[in-house]
């Protein structure tokens, strides 16, 4: 079994280098390469995906995994092994599914959107980039026929991306929270007044935003041995090694928040990959255990910590030193409220924490709209404008603020959004156990030390790789499912606090 | 024939894929990436290499080309087809000669050696880099041994950068123009203090030395649309595309020199690169004929356009706008002067035109000794300064100074260094030659129109890619092979006239 083991993780090696290679290669696509570069790196991506859908797809891999399954029966269910042949077969079992044509196709097609969507996105024009959209989307379709469903068609495609979540499940989950959050949005615009933020909306040269944004995420504990951070239009996390995981951010010349929470999130993402035991590199169990998961971390970071009332206590004179005259005369307090103003908006990256949710559910609504032919891809502007009205009360003046806004239909993500939502709630979850097991929580940011809540993930989520769905690491960790109760009563009680409703 | 030629083309547009995928993750290595990054980096571009390497020497393309090369036979000996067969044909040859193990184990040497070089050079501690050095010399060794060789250890070496070129010819070369321009350095050496060039040693802010360097890049014709600049250590230019072509940079604080002649040096190499015509792209015919020839176009663009005195009669005003307090009162003459500055000294990328062949003999000596086992690792260190002092009467300090300078060795790159002298040498041939097509060139850099220089050399140089040797393309651009005369009689008459010998 052991030579049979050995041989897994020199074949997965390979594959994982492969994605790896891909991932410079995407990360570089996002943040340096100029335009003439896109229909070349379209090729050379195509071609790495291809390369690493055929190793993993091999009669050869899957001659192992059938062998080396039956001994799996006899360790431990959440023993390295165990999980790596598991995990492995779950995988193996769902790429066989999936020509490597069609993988091809997609890469070509994602890499292109994207190139369609970033020049769309500057002119603010839908229709360059819909036919675009159209052929990602056609593409989703056949990925979904192939990978095969009972129910919904949505099912295999949020199924990458959260494994063993069902659509049906997030559409109860999401009309379950929407009940509870809707009164509170409802209650707060009643008192829209009573949070005053105008002090961040001004001019914050762009060089202290970032050294400030620096200094946060190294308090959490990310380490620029093992990675960086580089500007990108839509700031994400990549991974090339668990010593090299880098972040990017963006910048709004005249607002804080912007730069400073896309920092702090990527950051939470960051730490996870960081935390990776070097024993799991290169295999399939290595990474997250989903993105529900991975944004747990990231939501975490951001609003559990940089949106706390106790971190800014911390926080603050730093701060202040960083840019004295625009927060001249505000206390830790009045930033604490500010950061935490409530209000309905155009662009989901820049929601508050009582919104946010309803920008993700637009999207899952409008993506299983598209999938199952309920709405055409040249009405989605009209479409995402009216829906944007009825659950958030505004209409974007423009395409770049609506429907454009997003890099994920560019690459063809659909069944991604919904994780986000996910990752707020098993977030909320986690952070009910972590209060439990460290009760001077709020003590310790105070006197700025994060560390603890690192040593904490590191120990209870990080540890574990991607051996667990979703809900087997809530069942583990916080002994029962992934529950939507936590995140109702922590948005119930911070912002009936700061609105006194 | 076109069936099996499509065929030769799909195979090698792959191969060429996996190529410039290497290089994304090389330009990165160089560029950006963060320390802990560099293991994790030397598995994925071992495994990229080798992949490329089995893609290369597979038994299909070697029996495709078995058959195509009868046919190319009937097709003219400079046509696409048949110099697209011949070439493949010429390195599928070698290349078969190399086990993919090797390979594999040369990048995985490499990527170790230059993460110690770095380390090493930062500390000016040799004895850091020694063993990394070793290994690297020790695989070259099996290298020569595989690619086999009758002469000299060094042949199969150098012909891989400069196909068709011997050590003995290199040798004859070198001794040749080391007899002519050593009487020169000394007359020079004489009138040392001829030239005044101090207002080029104080500080030039950073980004100001940066933007100039732009400037200069783009009056040559370098597209930032299909390129950018980034710094690096040890400046380089990457080619991930036709249209993606990238130079890099470094900045020395208190001199102009060093980025300045950096970027334009680069940026000739780059127009070489973003000139391939586009359906030579992604075969083995779409690059340079050889480092030599790419030696060329750097250094005709840096020193003969960018040390010329017609170049600075248009280009000083604009040096001017972007530092008037440093260059207050320095006429184009002056600057033309003070550029031209020849003095020996220690770091071969900072020497005067005059040294400058000196630094790369002395190199290309010590790796003919090191491979021939008359000189020993340990030993370097010793055996440069000595060589330094004998050949250009200076000592380095120290070893970052000295033998640590270069990124060459560290990557393996035995037999490359000539190529920079043999660049030299060519680039005086084709200037003669571009003197006698556009007898009004100096009035036209005057004028600030560098776009004619370019256009020729689009014409009789880029066109061609990479279908003739460095012999071929000199017979055929200048009706004779390569020549060092031109290049004597350049320095002379340049030097000659600066300095009054």
């Known amino acids: 079994m052991q030579e049979k083991l050995n041989e897994l993780k020199t074949r997965l090696a390979e594959w994982a280098d492969l994605g790896r290679a891909s991932a410079v290669l995407g990360w570089d696509q996002q ?10 790196r379209a090729q050379q991506l195509a071609l790495l995906r291809r390369l690493a859908h055929e190793r ?35 995988d193996y079992d769902k790429a066989r599914k999936v020509p490597p044509k069609l993988v091809a196709e997609m890469a070509t097609a994602s890499a292109h959107a994207f190139q369609a969507w970033q020049k769309a996105k500057a002119a603010s024009r839908f229709a360059d980039f819909a036919p675009f959209l159209q052929r990602n989307l056609e593409l989703r379709r056949e990925l979904a026929q192939c990978l095969g469903y009972t129910d919904r068609i949505y099912d295999p495609l949020l199924d990458q991306f959260e494994p063993g979540m069902k659509t049906a499940q997030v559409e109860a989950i999401f009309a379950n929270v929407r009940k509870e959050i809707v009164p509170l949005v409802h209650a707060i615009a009643k008192k829209a ?14 060089k202290k935003q970032w050294d400030l944004g620096i200094e946060a995420v190294k308090l959490m504990g990310y380490e620029f041995e093992r990675g960086r951070q580089d500007r990108a239009p839509h700031p994400f996390t990549t991974t090339f090694a668990v010593d090299d995981v880098r972040i990017t951010t963006r910048f709004l010349p005249k607002f804080f928040n912007a730069a400073f929470f896309a920092t702090m999130h990527e950051g939470g993402h960051a730490l996870y990959n960081q935390g990776t035991r070097p024993e799991l590199e290169r295999t399939t169990i290595g990474g997250a255990a989903s993105l529900g998961v991975h944004e747990s971390q990231s939501r975490m970071w951001e609003n559990m910590v940089g949106r706390s009332r106790a971190f800014w206590k911390y926080f603050m004179p730093h701060a202040k030193k960083v840019f004295p ?61 009216a829906k944007m009205q009825e659950y958030l009360g505004v209409t974007p003046p423009d395409d770049a603020q609506g429907v454009l806004q997003d890099i994920h239909w560019s690459y063809g993500t659909f069944g991604y959004f919904p994780t986000y939502s996910l990752g707020n709630f098993f977030a909320a979850q986690l952070f009910d156990q972590i209060a439990r097991d460290i009760p001077d929580l709020d003590a310790r940011f105070e006197r700025g030390d994060l560390r603890v809540l690192l040593d904490w993930l590191r120990a209870n989520v990080h540890t574990h790789g991607r051996k667990f769905t979703l809900d087997e690491l809530a069942n583990k960790v916080t002994g029962e499912s992934l529950q939507t109760r936590s995140f109702v009563a922590y948005l119930q009680s911070k912002f009936g606090e700061i609105y006194k409703v």
């Open 31 to 40: 943040t340096y390469m100029p335009p003439g570069g896109g229909a070349a």
């Open 56 to 90: 993993f797809t091999s009669d050869a891999l899957g001659r192992l995994l059938d062998d080396l399954s039956g001994d799996a029966a006899s360790l431990p269910y959440d023993s390295d092994d165990a999980s790596l042949i598991r995990i492995t077969k779950r």
């Open 193 to 206: 007044n009573a949070v005053d933020d105008k002090f961040l909306h001004q001019a914050f040269a762009e």
């Open 325 to 385: 005259r625009q927060l001249q005369g505000v206390s830790a307090e009045k930033m604490y409220r500010a950061i935490n103003r409530v209000q309905p908006s155009l662009i989901r990256v820049e929601a508050d924490e009582v919104t946010y949710n309803l920008h993700i559910m637009l999207r899952f609504e409008l993506e299983n709209a598209l999938l199952e032919n309920r709405v055409a891809v040249n009405d989605l502007p009209q479409v995402w404008n």
